[in-house]
């Protein structure tokens, strides 16, 4: 299958939550994210061809996703939705940067056509996202590398599906705790250690005040 290169990259706590709490957004925890650190993560914007989120972290985080910490061009950002509940005036839909959003027939057509006036909407499978055939629409779109920041549903979604090949992690030296704080990756988990996902370390160093480490997906046979 011809997909994007494809990176996961977050911030997590040494408990490996993504933010404080349910609904919360994790730029709170990023506060504590020094200006090394930062300019690390925009470093991988500014090279790759496109950025994904997943709807939830657009809904809650209202983030940009754009190159601003070091000079670099812009990735094209790319959201799935199933229902195209995205709030019209969400910043990845402001003009500093192209938007594609990924959505399903069951999306309201109204919804659709306002989206339409701000981004490239792609209807890709009926009820669910088929995230196999959006990766190959992505890659015939010239999108080679994808860097996915978050969230753990999505990040859940993607690695089940054997789409993913690295995990770049910029450790936050604290614990934040709580059964329902979003982790890394969520969803329902694998139950046996056959399934679980196998990683190798290959890097690890220090910015500014944050240890970084790069894992690399084994991929079986
Ligand atoms: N620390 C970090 O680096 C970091 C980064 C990002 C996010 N976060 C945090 O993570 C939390 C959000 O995570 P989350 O798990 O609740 O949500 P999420 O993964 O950001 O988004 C999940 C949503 O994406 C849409 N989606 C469509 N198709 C999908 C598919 N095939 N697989 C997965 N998602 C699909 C769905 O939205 P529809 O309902 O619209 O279909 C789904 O509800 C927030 O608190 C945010 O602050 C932290």
Redesign the pocket.
């Known amino acids: 299958m011809r997909r994007p290169y494809t990176l996961i990259v977050?911030?997590?706590t040494i408990d490996g939550k993504?933010?404080l709490r349910?609904?919360?957004?994790?730029k709170e925890?990023?506060k504590f994210m020094d200006e090394e650190a930062t300019r690390y993560l925009h470093q991988i914007r500014a090279k790759v061809d496109g950025i994904m989120?997943?709807?939830?972290?657009v809904r809650?985080?209202n983030p940009f996703l754009t190159v601003r910490h070091v000079v670099g061009r812009n990735p094209i950002r790319i959201i799935?939705?199933?229902?195209a509940?995205i709030p019209l005036d969400a910043n990845i839909l402001k003009s500093d940067a192209p938007t594609i959003i990924i959505t399903t027939e069951k999306a309201p057509e109204e919804k659709v056509k306002k989206l339409e006036e701000k981004a490239e909407v792609i209807i890709c499978g009926k009820d669910?996202?088929d995230?196999i055939h959006m990766m190959e629409i992505l890659y015939n779109k010239g999108i080679k590398s994808l860097m996915v920041?978050?969230?753990?549903?999505?990040?859940w979604?993607l690695i089940k599906t054997g789409l993913v090949d690295e995990i770049r992690l910029i450790h936050m030296p604290f614990i934040v705790g709580g059964d329902d704080t979003?982790t890394l990756v969520?969803g329902e988990g694998f139950s046996s250690l056959e399934e679980v996902v196998k990683l190798k370390l290959r890097a690890h160093f220090i910015r500014g005040s944050h240890l970084i480490t790069e894992w690399e997906i084994k991929f079986e046979g």
């Open positions: 977050s911030e997590v993504l933010t349910r609904g919360y957004s994790s925890i990023m989120v997943g709807a939830e972290t809650t985080d799935p939705t199933r229902t509940n669910e996202i995230l920041e978050g969230g753990s549903t999505l990040n979604n979003p969520g």
